[in-house]
């Protein structure tokens, strides 16, 4: 059983960064992808951003790249989202989530494939 509490959210301008964290409890936090989603009302939760085990491969959405860095610090069961030049269409909950699959390379395929979920931080881009 992992759990995942997620925190870093909260109000900035147009332009500023905020980094969020995903602390994880549970002993395979060091073997699984942790992914990034995100979600906004009357929207399907979509993927941000993620990292595998190895720290080595992270992965990003196209309007991710450039601006948000997916990082971990597995001695600290700790997975990050660095998020820079924020934009008031990048307003959501922000989820963390990690595989059901331990030491898988490739980013997992679906949102289902992901076993476990926080509970979500508000991030609010005001313009």
């Known amino acids: 059983q992992m759990q995942l509490v997620e925190s870093g959210g909260g109000l900035v301008q147009t332009g500023g960064s905020l980094k969020l964290s995903c602390e994880a409890s549970?002993?395979?936090?060091?073997?699984?992808?942790v992914g990034w989603f995100r979600q906004v009302p009357g929207r399907e939760r979509e993927f941000v951003a993620g990292?595998?085990?190895?720290?080595?491969?992270?992965q990003y959405a196209p309007y991710a790249y450039g601006r948000f860095t997916a990082t971990r610090d597995n001695a600290k069961s700790t997975g990050y989202l660095q998020m820079d030049s924020l934009k008031p269409e990048d307003t959501a909950v922000y989820y963390c989530?990690?595989?059901?699959?331990?030491?898988?390379?490739?980013?997992?395929?679906?949102?289902?494939?992901?076993?476990?979920w926080g509970q979500g931080t508000q991030v609010t881009v005001s313009s």
């Open positions: 549970g002993p395979t936090f060091g073997s699984v992808f």
């Open positions: 990292v595998d085990w190895s720290g080595r491969n992270p």
């Open positions: 989530a990690t595989d059901r699959q331990s030491f898988r390379d490739a980013r997992p395929p679906t949102a289902a494939d992901y076993g476990y």
